[in-house]
């Protein structure tokens, strides 16, 4: 049975693993890799742009030309955060006003545990697998220039796609096996990263100080939905009672809370009391 990787206790454990770090960004940017330290919850000080952000997963390659994070987001996730977290680490290397080189090539994969909660300005929804963003300049040929080489990886098992690539496949079905089908997982296993993965997370060796580590944030990230979704009910019933105020009819106040018509009728009683 495999450990959860929408758990961070296990994520880490698995993806701070040199065998799987460097397999994983072997597949996913296509470029290989040498790595002397792994670090989580990596800040840089001094605060870069007056804001305290932590990474999850950072490393430099020992050559000093890359650095990549790895970020795993489960829940509130929105392309601002990712787009900060990848353009600050490009700032970073910027020590000072003179000094305007960028030395080191910037790649940030985020990983997602959950479908897309946003969608385009349009209003159409999100629903790709894998996107990528790049800073490079182009002609108004469309012709690519390539100056800078940062690029930015967001990988979504819930949305899958058919002409996904092999090698990204198999780790997206690592992730998304190991949180619906844990206790039957069919995967890859000629890929070295994957099965080095796999006996990482597997249940069997999990320590006990990680099992309690996971447990608890399991238990945390309980706590935290069920208190978003309490404050969410107490603002449907704080606009319910506007509603009502306003002379809406039940109908239209629970078109714009979702409350039901028994919710609103019991506000109404409540509020006439």
Request: include cysteine; charge should be negative.
């Amino acid at each position: 049975m495999l450990g959860n990787l929408d758990n961070e206790v296990i994520f880490k454990k698995a993806f701070t693993n040199k065998t799987v770090f460097k397999a994983f960004v072997r597949d996913i940017l296509g470029i290989e890799v040498e790595v002397e330290k792994i670090e989580t919850e990596k800040k840089f000080e001094p605060k870069i742009g007056y804001v305290d952000f932590e990474l999850d997963i950072f490393a430099e390659t020992t050559d000093k030309r890359i650095c990549i994070e790895i970020q795993r987001i489960e829940y509130d996730h929105h392309f601002d955060r990712f787009l900060h977290y990848f353009l600050m680490l490009i700032a970073e290397q910027q020590k000072s006003s003179k000094e305007y080189d960028i030395e080191r090539t910037v790649y940030v994969i985020v990983v997602l545990t959950a479908p897309y909660k946003i969608s385009e300005k349009n209003g159409k929804p999100i629903l790709d697998e894998v996107l990528l963003l790049k800073l490079n300049p182009q002609t108004l040929q469309g012709e690519i220039r390539d100056l800078y080489g940062h690029k930015f990886v967001c990988l979504n098992p819930n949305h899958p796609n058919n002409e996904t690539p092999k090698q990204i496949r198999d780790w997206l079905d690592l992730i998304y096996q190991s949180i619906h089908s844990p206790e039957r997982p069919v995967l890859n296993m000629q890929n070295e990263g994957i099965k080095k993965a796999m006996e990482l997370i597997s249940f069997e060796n999990l320590t006990p100080e990680e099992r309690t580590q996971a447990k608890n944030k399991e238990a945390a990230k309980i706590v935290l939905t069920k208190e978003k979704a309490a404050g969410k009910q107490e603002k449907a019933i704080e606009n319910a009672i506007n509603g009502i105020s306003k002379g809406y009819n039940n109908q239209i106040i629970s078109d714009i809370t979702s409350l039901t018509i028994e919710q609103i009728e019991q506000l109404r009683n409540e509020t006439k009391e």
